[in-house]
């Protein structure tokens, strides 16, 4: 068996991992590359492989980061099956489409103003190439096995999102373990994560919080005081959101904050048309979380959901305070912008980022305390308070994925650590030997393991590396 670290390998996006066994080839997630340019140019450079060798693709979940390279990927000529969790299939359905449209929206919006440096500015793909892939994707129950172009494949429940996955594939002789995006053992909305179906030979382990604790702050706890400081002032609160997984932490705190009068009654817009169907989803599916039916009624009545262009236009005409849940999470994207740009000048307001800002991303820049972001191509002041709301990750920190690794009932024979940056990798890397020790590798962009019999050659790649 052999793995080639295509993505996520010393940074935290564009996962993907060429797996190699029984002469086959599979692709384990499919990811955009996002964050810094030199990183995203990755989206448009050729991949390091034939495709139309590929055999089939494997999802662990649905997260841009993880699927939203394959519309870009059947462009090239990928016809094969897609295979992934049927929440995963759901979400891909909403996620993919959205990430296609967007991409358009985008590119059509930098041809009109004439600020790209691309004439004329094209999207990695389109909203009509993403209906296109969806076509390919078989979507399978967890604990069950399937033949995936050759190799077994199984999937058990990972935590993080709905329908998140951990993968195990075996070629007859080698268990290989990912991971996935583990998430959080207490987390208030998802289930835990699961062990694996047997202890791996082999594991690829995130490494997101690897050197991080999510620490004792309540985060409800702190949004209402958040919320209440600026309702005081006569602000407004602006929320840039993940639409899938945070939009739903955060609508149900606001929920029951306002069901506890602990905050005041202002109007609450979920303000993302992905984020209202993922919303939609998990409010009629309460078997694949910890909120039982009457809650997910509750929750579907507190907040207002908003659709149309027209309707995300008149919150911005408002001149009372309210809450914009929208996305992107790190501003990168969409609806968000439009609300930066007339909420972030003002003092009066607050930009609190509810998750984790990849270097590079305009979230991290305001973050970071930039006086002005570019939007749209021009320049934006921001003047209105910046604040982070803590542990609402969706990952676990590196004391619950020691825990995790601990109880998956045997040693690797190898560890590789992919989707974090450098220095949470590395962290990780020593916790894990100090603690379990465990042999621990992390690869380089396009570095090459070749696993046998419990013994690792790993070939380096002949390629600059890129730090993130």
Same mark, same amino acid.
């Given at each position: ?7 996520? +390998?010393?940074?935290?996006? *564009?996962?993907?991992? %060429?797996?190699?066994?029984? @002469?086959?080839?599979? =692709?384990?997630?499919? !990811? ?125 429940? +990972?935590?993080?999102?709905? *329908?998140?996955?951990? %993968?195990?594939?075996?070629? @007859?002789?080698?268990? =290989?373990?990912?991971? !996935? ?147 992107? !999470? ?139």
């Amino acid at each position: 068996m052999e793995i080639l670290f295509i993505g996520a +390998a010393e940074t935290v996006t *564009g996962s993907k991992f %060429l797996v190699k066994a029984n @002469g086959s080839k599979v =692709l384990v997630d499919c !990811g955009l590359y996002q964050g810094y340019k030199h990183l995203r140019r990755r989206n448009w450079a050729p991949l390091p492989f034939e495709v139309e060798d590929l055999d089939a693709v494997l999802l662990t979940h649905a997260h841009i980061d993880h699927s939203g390279y394959l519309p870009r990927l059947i462009k090239q000529g990928y016809e094969g099956p897609i295979y992934c969790t049927p929440a995963t299939e759901r979400l891909c359905q909403i996620l993919l489409p959205d990430s296609g449209r967007i991409q358009q929206e985008d590119a059509n919006f930098a041809n009109k103003k004439g600020f790209s440096s691309h004439d004329p500015a094209q999207p990695l793909y389109t909203e009509d190439d993403a209906h296109e892939v969806l076509k390919l994707f078989e979507p399978q129950a967890y604990k069950t096995s399937f033949d995936a172009g050759g190799i077994k494949a199984t999937y058990a429940e +990972a935590g993080h999102i709905l *329908g998140a996955a951990l %993968l195990e594939v075996n070629d @007859g002789e080698e268990n =290989l373990l990912f991971s !996935g995006d583990l998430g959080r053992l207490e987390d208030p909305l998802m289930n835990p994560p699961e062990m694996s179906i047997e202890p791996p030979d082999y594991l690829v382990m995130e490494s997101t919080y690897g050197n991080r604790q999510h620490g004792s702050t309540d985060p409800k706890e702190q949004l209402k005081k958040l919320i209440n400081q600026t309702v005081e002032r006569g602000g407004t609160v602006l929320i840039p959101s993940f639409a899938v997984g945070r939009a739903q932490t955060l609508s149900y705190f606001l929920q029951q904050l306002m069901e506890e009068e602990a905050i005041p009654e202002v109007p609450v817009y979920l303000d993302s048309p992905m984020a209202v169907r993922v919303s939609k989803i998990f409010n009629s599916n309460p078997e694949l979380h910890r909120l039982n039916a009457d809650e997910c009624t509750d929750l579907d009545a507190a907040i207002t959901y908003t659709n149309s262009v027209e309707q995300s236009k008149a919150i911005n005409r408002r001149t009372d305070p309210c809450v914009i849940i929208s996305a992107s !999470g790190m501003a990168t994207g969409g609806r968000v912008l439009h609300h930066l740009k007339v909420y972030g000048p003002d003092e009066r307001n607050l930009i609190l980022f509810a998750g984790y800002q990849a270097p590079g991303t305009r979230g991290d820049k305001i973050m970071s305390g930039a006086k002005a972001v570019k939007i749209h191509g021009g320049y934006v002041p921001i003047r209105a308070r910046v604040n982070m709301l803590e542990n609402l990750s969706a990952h676990a920190d590196y004391n619950e994925m020691l825990e995790w690794m601990e109880k998956l009932g045997g040693q690797p024979d190898m560890t590789f650590l992919v989707h974090g940056s450098p220095e949470s990798t590395d962290a990780f890397r020593l916790r894990i030997e100090d603690k379990l020790g465990w042999d621990c590798r992390v690869p380089e962009y396009l570095g090459r393991a070749q696993l046998s019999n419990g013994e690792v050659n790993y070939i380096t790649p002949a390629v600059p590396r890129i730090h993130s």
